[in-house]
């Protein structure tokens, strides 16, 4: 027993859980990143419009389009990686994230502005295609999800974080047009992301290239003592881990074209189209129409606009619990059976929701934001089911789509399938945020309806499509 702790696990085996977590902590910086920089645009947007004097439609758009530059950069990272490497990609990303900060918070004027927001898109765009990627790629199989779960924390801490840098900052100036050493609190708002973005930029220079890339370069010696410090074993052992990951290469090692990922020829087509369907309907179910139409939620039941910060605050803190409890069990209990409760639940809270909000009042107010007003015991029950809604997407469809999603494709297209799903993620989101405001004015209620049956339609395609991979290798994918 000298060679074992308490927990009946030896001390290399610890050192190399420990790298590991280091490691993918310092990957899952890009999805921090991607939080931040996808929310803290709430708190500028109203002063960027007064500040240039725009009307709803160009704010929309100056906003909007960054979901768009996030799809470009999605579609393309996947073959920048395979090219380049996944730390290159994390580097380029982390040095966009800091010129697109610093860009819109010193424009010349809207346009460019939305152009340096486009930039930070794209950056986000790499950043939630090669992280979950590269984690996938270094972690152990048995702990694997936990560690992928780490992506979507670092998303949900990187949006409370926004949320509470917006508030100190516009209370510190006295509102978004204030002024903070003679800088607007909105422009202060958007340069601070530089910081952490300098930060991720460090980080990729003290972690490894992954392993699977490695091998597909024929650096086999580096990628051996990767592997012998993330997995352990012996020689032999690790010997035998690399020839598995040649074999799953594949004889050829070529970059793979998109036309090829769809083309039966290569074997992945059919699970290239799951991995669209499941980052679709990540966002199909409304999760982040659901954020963004809180505040006026609260208010329908009596809270004031002062309140806002604790509305982003329970919220926020709804989100991280559940994802808490998804790093929790997600190894334990499985990808398919977290994915299918999360759907129960989203489907539930979402009738819930559009059965309330059938006998809502719907009016708008001065400055053209649609308001509902719920009555009696309505509006405690749709601000329940709002919160039970992102509890329920926050253990399962939150962090497991990008758990899973690493996790279905073979080593020789991972990169390049996991950005066309990505991609898809993202071309999602943009429908839905441009969709929302038209349909809530139309009918809330069936707007949250058509949101409770895509959770439905979640269920039957997790049901009949996915594939468990817990405990599976990345070899033995496909």
């Known amino acids: 027993m000298s060679n074992l702790d308490t927990t009946g696990q030896s001390p290399a085996a610890h050192a190399a859980v420990g790298l590991a977590v280091l490691f993918s902590a310092a990957a899952a910086l890009g999805g921090f990143l991607f939080g931040y920089d996808t929310a803290v645009i709430n708190g500028a947007v109203n002063a960027i419009r007064d500040r240039y004097d725009i009307g709803a439609g160009a704010t929309g758009l100056s906003v909007s389009l960054t979901l768009l530059g996030a799809a470009l950069g999605a579609w393309v990272a996947g073959s920048i990686a395979d090219r380049l490497g996944r730390i290159r ?8 994230f800091v010129i697109g900060a610093l860009g819109s918070a010193f424009p010349f004027g809207i346009v460019d502005l939305t152009l340096w927001r486009v930039l930070g898109g794209i950056a986000v765009g790499f950043a939630s295609v090669i992280a979950p990627a590269y984690i996938a790629e270094i972690a152990p199989a048995a702990i694997r999800g936990r560690l992928g779960s780490m992506y979507q924390l670092a998303i949900v801490l990187g949006i409370a974080v926004s949320q509470l840098v917006n508030y100190a900052i ?6 978004g047009r204030g002024e903070l050493l003679g800088i607007e609190a909105w422009q202060w708002m958007l340069a601070i992301e530089a910081i952490p973005a300098l930060l991720y930029l ?48 594949g004889a050829e090692r070529a970059r793979v074209s998109v036309r090829a990922l769809f083309s039966k020829s290569t074997g992945v087509s059919a699970l ?58 997600i190894d334990r209990i499985g ?13 539930v809270s979402l009738a819930t929701a559009a059965v309330c909000f059938h006998s809502a009042t719907v009016v708008t107010n001065e400055i053209g934001e649609s308001v509902a007003t719920l009555e009696g015991a309505s509006g405690t029950v749709a601000l329940i089911a709002a919160n039970a ?24 297209v991972r990169a390049a399938a996991v950005g066309i799903a990505t991609a898809s993620n993202w071309v999602a989101n943009f429908l839905v945020s441009a969709t929302f405001p038209s349909l809530a004015d139309w009918n809330l209620s069936l707007t949250y309806g058509g949101y409770a049956v895509m959770a439905v339609v979640s269920i039957v395609v997790v049901s009949k499509f996915v594939t468990e991979t817990r405990g599976r290798t990345l070899e033995q994918a496909g």
């Open 202 to 249: 460090v980080m990729t220079f003290t972690i490894p290239e992954s392993p699977r890339h490695l091998v597909r370069c024929g650096r086999e010696d580096a990628a051996r003592k990767i592997i012998a410090e993330l997995e352990g074993g012996d020689a032999e052992t690790v010997g035998r881990r690399i020839d598995e990951i040649r074999s799953s290469l």
């Open 389 to 412: 809604f992102v509890f329920f997407f926050a253990l399962s469809w939150g962090p497991v789509v990008w758990v899973l999603i690493s996790e279905l494709f073979p080593n020789r």
């Open 335 to 347: 990808r398919k059976p977290l994915l299918l409760i999360g759907s129960v639940g989203m489907a």
């Open 170 to 175: 516009s209370q510190a100036a006295g509102g």
């Open 89 to 96: 990609v994390m580097q380029i990303a982390a040095v966009l």
């Open 272 to 329: 290239v189209w799951v991995g669209i369907a499941l980052a679709a309907l990540q966002q199909f179910v409304g999760i982040n129409v659901i954020f963004y139409y809180s505040s006026t939620l609260w208010q329908a039941v009596g809270f004031g606009e002062d309140r806002s910060l604790l509305i982003s605050v329970v919220s926020a803190l709804v989100n991280i619990v559940g994802t808490f409890v998804a790093i929790a069990v």
